[in-house]
Each structure stands twice: as C-alpha cells, then as structure tokens.
C-alpha cells in the first residue's frame, strides 16, 4: 500500500497538472500505445484534466484489441475437433473472428479452456497426454518470454501433445506505421513502461531520429503518467525529440536481456496481420524452425476442410461493418465518436474487440465516461 500511496498522491498530482498547464503553450497531441495506460488515464480524469493544454489520443495498446481475425478463426476451428484443447485467456474468448468468437464455438461443442498464463497450458498437457493442448498466444512483447519458457519446458518434459498459435505483435513497427500514415496528428509518444521493462528503450532511439516525435517511456500510476505527459509538453515546447526514461525504476536502455535471449531463441520476428491495420512489416513473431514441433501452424497445417482463414476475409478487418475498430486503434477517433457506442455496442454486447478486452479503448470510455461528452 505504501507504494500505491508514493504513486498516487493527490498533491504532487496536483503540482504536475499545473506544471503541465503551465509548459504547455499551444495544444499538443499526445498518443499512449498501452491500454492499462489508457484506463488509468481515464480512471484518474488526466484526460479531462489537461483538456484544452493536451490531447490525449489511444493507439493500438490492447494485445487482444488487435489480434486478427485469421488467429481466432484457425483456433476456433481446431476447437471443433474431438481431439483438441484450445486454451488462451479469458478475454480472447470473447473476441469475434470472422465467423465467430471462440466462445460461440464453445456454446457449439467446441473444446475450449481459460487459461492464466501459457505453462498452465504446459501443465494440462502433461496432465491429458490423450489430448492434443494448442495455446492461443496473444500479447507484446512483455508476453512473449513467457511463452517462448512454455514451449521450453514442453521440450523439456518430452511433451508431443502441446503447441501454440503465435498471434504476438512487436510495438515499434505499428507506431511507425502510424506516423508515416496521412493521418497522423501525434505530436509525442507515451511508451508502455511493461514492454520496455522487456525491450529496454534503446530500439526507440532510431525511431525518435527518423521521425521527430518524442518518446517517453513512463509508467502506469497516476504520478507516472502525469510525469511522462510533463516531459513530453517540455520537449515538445523546446522543439526537442529523443527517448527520455521517466520509468527508471523498471526500465534500462538495454531492457531484461536474459527475456531478449529467451524470445531470440524460440522466436523471430516476422511479418504480422493485425486486426485494423492489416499486415505490417515486422509487426510479429514467429517460431524457429528447430522449435517448429511446437507451431500450432505447422502441427495442423491448413487443409480444404480446415484453412486457416477464409481467403475472402482480410484477416486484418473489422469483425463488423458498424464497428470502427482501425479508426479506434489508430487514434483517429475516440471510442465515443463511433455511432454504436453505447447503443448497439456495449459489453455485454460488444460489436469489436476494444469493447471486449478489459484493456480496450471502448471499455475503458464505457466504464469511465459512457454518458459523458468526450
């Protein structure tokens, strides 16, 4: 409790919000590519705080917002066979593909088990060596080593019944996606603190001097994130751009190298679809092939009767025509722009996945300003 009390305490809150006003001599755009960052910015009102100084703007930080629709199809398809466990965490059941959500395969006899974390899928493996166990692995890099250690110990333990759908995605090719796009209207950037725990920042500085916007990687309490908004408005202000660390208590240049070594080994980079955006150059991982025994993929290859998308389907589009899922993700709207939010899309109901992942953008203005002008 101390800790969340050093974090969150009002009057220094209140003394950053002034310095921020007071830094802040024209309006500037600020996007957060994390969305644990874009609730607590909504929890704790920063975006209705700093309204009229700073505009803050939501990228595509939700892993499950912007898993495509061909990973969730080929999961819920091999969720049909008797033979077959698939097994992801709980907010993926939810998230429509092209023809359904994993839970709707449930409802329909499909094998499907929520899991919290990937060695539980490890564990149900050993334990059920009839079945064959897929894990559907979703998240950023902070994720990755913890499956990349599952596929490990599945080696280890001799396990020929385990596998993975590898739906990771790599957060630096997005934001350069994002500001090479026409679009863009991002002055600086609020790093995610969790995947530079990991990456370490150092991979940002090319970035910074090809495309003059500021990065600065910060946490996710209050103090935090009103401490990375300050140095953003202050670089920004004196017509500056490098890759400032206000997260020193969890994040090196280098990053957690013995995490970048594990993922290395199991994994490479690859090109990836992402739900909204479609595929972006080095947006992804992929499985070596000395590890290859462990792709879900590779084990179950696509067939006629069992393709892993269908081929009239971007796997990258909106799950429905009425949900404005690439314009939530890239920022260009706020979630409360969309005409179905709140109305024909909420979270019981929700129309696309940024209304079902708790770390959605739609979620986050439902819970916190649904009713409200934004």
């Excluded at 957060?32 to 874009?38: P, R, S």
Aim: glycine share 8%; hydrophobic share 40%.
């Amino acid at each position: 409790m101390k800790y969340l009390d050093e974090y969150r305490d009002p009057v220094a809150a209140a003394r950053l919000v002034e310095a921020i006003k007071c830094t802040a001599r024209k309006s500037w755009t600020l996007m957060e590519v994390c969305g644990g960052q874009t609730h607590n910015l909504l929890r704790y009102g920063i975006d209705e705080e700093l309204s009229g100084s700073i505009e803050l703007i939501h990228g595509p930080g939700c892993p499950v917002c912007v898993t495509a629709t061909d990973k969730i199809d080929f999961a819920r398809q091999l969720s049909l066979r008797d033979d077959i466990l698939v097994t992801s965490f709980g907010d993926m059941l939810r998230v429509p593909g092209s023809c359904g959500s994993l839970l709707d395969a449930q409802t329909s006899g499909g094998h499907i088990k929520t899991v919290y974390s990937p060695l539980d899928a490890v564990q149900i493996a050993k334990e059920h060596p009839e079945k064959e166990v897929v894990f559907l692995a979703v998240g950023f890099e902070t994720t990755v080593p913890a499956t990349a250690l599952a596929i490990r110990q599945a080696a280890m333990h001799g396990l020929k019944n385990f596998s993975v759908i590898v739906a990771h995605v790599r957060v630096l090719p997005a934001m350069q996606r994002l500001v090479q796009s026409d679009d863009c209207r991002v002055d600086a950037f609020l790093a995610a603190g969790h995947v530079c725990a990991i990456t370490g920042y150092a991979e940002y500085e090319s970035f910074v001097a090809k495309f003059c916007k500021p990065v600065v990687v910060t946490g996710f309490e209050l103090l935090d994130l009103l401490a990375g908004i300050l140095a953003s408005v202050q670089q920004l202000e004196r017509g500056e751009a490098s890759v400032e660390n206000r997260y020193t208590r969890t994040v090196s240049r280098p990053g957690n190298v013995h995490a970048k070594a594990m993922i290395d080994e199991v994994y490479e980079v690859c090109d990836q679809s992402w739900r909204g955006f479609g595929t972006i150059g080095q947006g992804g991982y992929r499985i070596r092939d000395r590890w290859k025994a462990f792709d879900a993929l590779h084990r179950f290859a696509p067939t006629p009767s069992l393709p892993i998308v269908d081929a009239t389907v971007d796997p990258g589009r909106p799950e429905t025509p009425q949900c404005q899922v690439a314009d939530v993700l890239s920022g260009l709207i706020k979630p409360t722009a969309c005409h179905a939010f709140g109305s024909e899309c909420i979270p019981d109901h929700p129309l696309g996945a940024p209304m079902v992942s708790s770390e959605g953008a739609c979620a986050a203005y439902y819970r916190y300003h649904h009713g409200k002008q934004c």
